[in-house]
């Protein structure tokens, strides 16, 4: 349907940018994912705070995003090292480090919040940033498998509430599910989907159901993995070998479980059994509970199925 001239002009300003594009953006937490998005948001000319519990995590966030930068400029500014020097400091210019959440909102746009898979914690956050934000401000988690509309519920703006859910790791992973409940307004998620392509991600819509797309088929597959290492029937190094050279997958199901975190996949699948206790597909795992027990949480602590390099 082609916009009436007149609201088509209203929605640009003379920059050719859409005026009431989505600018300024605090993501909440700053860890694996959290970090990832500030440092793609920023890439991509928006102005971010990252927010964390303290300067310490936020320093070793921001360590990190300096680090994947450096990946990102040695390839993409092989040829002209000083136009990668001007990059890297334009992007870090547009990264500023809270720990306030409360400060952090006060001119947001769009809140993407990346903190711990638990629901009743990000209730607690949207609690709070709902009163703190201002009444324009959208809001967005970045959950793996928690139910959108479980995480609104907690606030008075629904209507500007929906999912972003990224892909680890997000300056390489082009897929970004957009979620929307059915409360969320059309202009909401018209400026989720555009923020999302702002950021150079290819969109897909998604429903509010149990992982989305992605996951809905991934986190299955992969504790199947971990199944059938419990049954005895094959070794991790076998099973991921297998599905790299069988199945062409870029990592093998515990490579990738290492590198997305035991600890995430553990609370995904256990909201998941206990919201559907009799499915086997969300059925929990021993082995997989013991080394979340023992801290083996993967790559983001050094060991998981696999020892790693921190
Ligand atoms: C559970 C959640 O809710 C949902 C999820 O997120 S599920 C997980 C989804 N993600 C996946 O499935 C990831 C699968 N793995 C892959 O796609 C690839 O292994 C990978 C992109 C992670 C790594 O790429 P790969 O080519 O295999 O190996 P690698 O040598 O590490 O990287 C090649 C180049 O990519 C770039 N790169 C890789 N990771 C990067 C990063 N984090 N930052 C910047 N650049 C990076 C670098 O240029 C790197 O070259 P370099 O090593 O010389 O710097
Ligand atoms: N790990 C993945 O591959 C992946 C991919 C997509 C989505 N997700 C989802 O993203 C979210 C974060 O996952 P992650 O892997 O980045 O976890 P993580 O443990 O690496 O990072 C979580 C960060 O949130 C911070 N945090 C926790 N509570 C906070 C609070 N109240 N205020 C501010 N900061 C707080 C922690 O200090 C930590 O730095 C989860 O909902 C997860 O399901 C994870």
Redesign the pocket.
């Known amino acids: 349907m082609s916009l009436p001239f007149r609201t088509f002009v209203r929605n640009f300003s003379t920059s050719g940018l859409k005026k009431n594009a989505i600018k300024n953006v605090t993501i909440i937490g700053g860890g694996l ?1 959290g970090a ?1 998005i500030a440092q793609v948001a920023a890439s991509t000319g928006h102005s971010v705070v990252m927010v964390d519990q303290n300067t310490d995590i936020l320093n070793k966030s921001k360590a990190n995003i300096e680090k ?2 450096q ?2 400029v ?2 993409k500014y092989a040829e002209d090292p000083k136009a990668g020097e001007a990059f890297l400091s334009q992007v870090l210019g547009n990264l500023a480090l809270e720990t306030d959440a409360a400060t952090s909102v006060k001119k947001a746009d769009l809140v993407i919040e990346a903190i711990v898979e638990n629901l009743k914690i990000k209730q607690e956050l949207f609690k709070n940033l709902d009163m703190a934000a201002p009444a324009s401000t959208i809001f967005a988690s970045n959950t ?2 928690i139910p959108i509309k479980e995480i609104a519920v907690a606030t008075e703006r629904a209507d500007r509430f929906g999912g972003l ?5 997000v ?3 082009k897929l970004l599910e957009v979620i929307r409940i059915p409360q969320t307004s059309d202009e909401t998620f018209d400026k989720l989907l555009a923020f999302g392509k702002a950021m150079g991600k290819v969109t897909v819509n998604c429903k509010d159901t149990p992982g989305f797309i ?2 809905r088929l ?2 299955p597959y992969m504790m199947e993995a971990v199944r059938m290492v419990e049954r005895g029937e094959a070794t991790p190094k076998d099973v991921d070998t297998a599905m790299k050279l069988g199945a062409g ?3 093998g199901p515990f490579e ?1 479980t290492d ?2 975190g035991l600890d ?2 553990k609370f ?1 699948i256990d909201g998941w059994h206990e919201k559907y206790p009799d499915h086997p597909l969300f059925a929990p795992s021993p082995l997989l509970n013991k080394y979340v027990a023992e801290g083996k949480l993967g790559n983001k602590v050094g060991e998981g199925f696999y020892k790693s390099k921190k």
């Open positions: 994912m990832g994947s930068l990946r990102v040695k390839k793996s498998s859910h990224y892909f680890n790791p300056p390489m992973m992605v996951n991934l986190v997958y870029p990592m990738l590198y997305v995430t996949c995904i």
